[in-house]
């Protein structure tokens, strides 16, 4: 469906990537009438950085930039210019007193011998005995594709920790490149030579602003679009489908012909006049992320120099991701010769809540256990934040509920795009974010395919 850009009076809630993504394409292509309102006074969404007063940058959680997309690549490339830092990624998994390389199937050996034998067990009978039936959920998958033993040690738990629910729970449709199958040669062969492997996936090498931390990239892009379209501390309170007006928070409205929306998507339909789609909406889950930044004083140990995170699938540590942040800039600091810092992920669910006015100490009892920090004198900052809205749960009945939500608004000339506009966690790291909000444009503009999102362009009317 091609509409007319040109006549049409676009709408973008929100100036994270996707929004921003939108808006950068429309002004690339030379549609001049649209407005971004974000409800923060700053840009970045869930990918911006804060500053503290005590001299340290913070992201909400680790973010790391490699990209599947020339287009996006071109323009960090464009935004930041020379102000890259590439790193080589070095994840690790904490269990059982040590630490394991990222991906655990791929480095069983560090494991005691019973453990170790489990593992390897598991994998064989994944292997040689063919699934009755294809898995109905993310558990079956896991167990599928690792054997018991790597399941119950490693793939389980971590994954409750993450997504704040059983994998039972969870489809199995959103795996793709987001979780690292299993090589039984390369297991082998890794136990037999006695040899760490680390490599794998998209993210084996990645990139990080210099300076500012990851909310650097979506402030220079900001600072490139007409300031007189953004509008900033305006946070969209209730929206007339029927009518197709905006209210907002301070009492203003505005009308549109196309809204392209990136707030969450369940929100955005239970604040509307959308009844019929209400009851879909409401089968869409979410977790909410806790994210504590401790700065400290010194350097970090040596076991830590060059590790860029960590995973945690044990119950006893809160959180189920370490990030040594100060090792992806030294501006993450005030002075990167007398301080270094860490910033930890603790999910919240429903099923796993958190208690909050326990969270920093039991975070910190975590740090001491995995031996990751040695005391807490040298703990000079902490930093906290919450996302209510984290992670998009792929839940069992999420595609279903989708299907009938995106057409829908799609119909009323409202485009729900982004990590929680469209709900697709697959789909949902900063270059597909932003790109969804380009795709989304070109389609509008020129009626091409959105690849990202893989919403096929209906009929001509
Ligand atoms: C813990 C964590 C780690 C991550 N790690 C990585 C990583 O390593 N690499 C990577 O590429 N990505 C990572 N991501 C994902 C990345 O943050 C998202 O891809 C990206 O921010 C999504 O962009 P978005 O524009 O779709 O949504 P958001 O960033 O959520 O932006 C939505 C915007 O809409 C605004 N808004 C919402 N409601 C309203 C309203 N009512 N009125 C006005 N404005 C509103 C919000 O304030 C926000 O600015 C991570 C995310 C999390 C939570």
């Not at 860490?342 to 999910?347: A, K, Q, R």
Request: glycine share 8%.
């Amino acid at each position: 469906m091609t509409l007319a850009l040109d006549k049409a009076k676009v709408a973008i809630i929100g100036a994270g990537p996707a929004g921003l993504g939108a808006a950068w394409r429309l002004q690339e292509l030379g549609f001049e009438n649209w407005t971004l309102f974000e409800k923060e006074t700053y840009p970045g969404g869930l990918a911006a950085s804060f500053s503290d007063a005590a001299g340290f940058t913070w992201d909400i959680g680790g973010h790391v930039q490699f990209s599947h997309y020339p287009y996006f690549d071109n323009l960090m490339d464009r935004l930041l210019g020379s102000g890259w830092l590439r790193h080589k990624r070095e994840s690790w998994i904490w269990i059982g007193e040590r630490f394991v390389p990222y991906p655990f199937q791929h480095n069983i050996r560090h494991l005691p011998r019973q453990e170790m034998r489990d593992c390897l067990e598991g994998l064989i009978r994944a292997r040689t005995e063919s699934p009755a039936s294809p898995p109905a959920n993310f558990e079956e998958w896991i167990l599928g594709q690792f054997g018991e033993g790597i399941a119950r040690q490693f793939m389980l738990p971590y994954n409750y920790k993450v997504w704040g629910c059983s994998p039972r729970e969870l489809n199995c449709r959103w795996i793709g490149e987001r979780v690292a199958k299993v090589d039984l040669e390369r297991v082998v062969f890794n136990l037999l030579d006695a040899r760490d492997d680390l490599g794998w996936g998209p993210n084996d090498t990645f990139r990080f602003p210099l300076h500012g931390g990851t909310g650097a990239i979506w402030t220079k892009l900001a600072g490139r679009l007409p300031p007189e379209r953004l509008v900033f501390g305006k946070r969209l309170r209730r929206l007339d489908a029927t009518r197709r007006v905006l209210h907002f928070q301070d009492g203003s409205e505005e009308d549109y012909d196309i809204l392209i929306s990136t707030a969450p998507l369940d929100w955005l339909v239970r604040r509307s006049d959308l009844e019929d789609l209400k009851d879909a909406a409401g089968r869409l889950a979410h977790s909410s992320t806790h994210v504590v930044g401790i700065g400290l004083a010194g350097e970090p140990p040596e076991h830590l120099r060059s590790k860029t995170w960590m995973y945690f699938p044990e119950s006893h540590t809160p959180f189920y991701r370490a990030t040594v942040y100060s090792n992806y800039s030294p501006n993450n600091v005030p002075d990167i010769r007398r301080f270094w810092s860490l910033m930890l992920e603790v999910s919240e669910s429903p099923a796993k809540p958190v208690d909050d006015e326990r969270l920093v100490d039991s975070v910190i009892d975590g740090l001491l256990s995995a031996r990751l920090i040695e005391d807490q004198a040298s703990i000079v900052d902490v930093w906290r934040y919450r996302a209510e809205y984290g992670y998009p749960t792929p839940t069992l009945s999420r595609d279903e509920a989708l299907g009938i939500l995106l057409p829908a608004l799609d119909e009323l000339g409202i485009f729900s795009r982004g990590r929680f506009g469209a709900w697709k966690y697959e789909v949902s790291n900063q270059d597909h974010s932003l790109m969804q909000g380009v795709e989304l444009v070109d389609r509008l503009a020129a009626g091409s395919q959105e690849r990202t999102l893989g919403v096929a362009v209906p009929p001509a009317p």
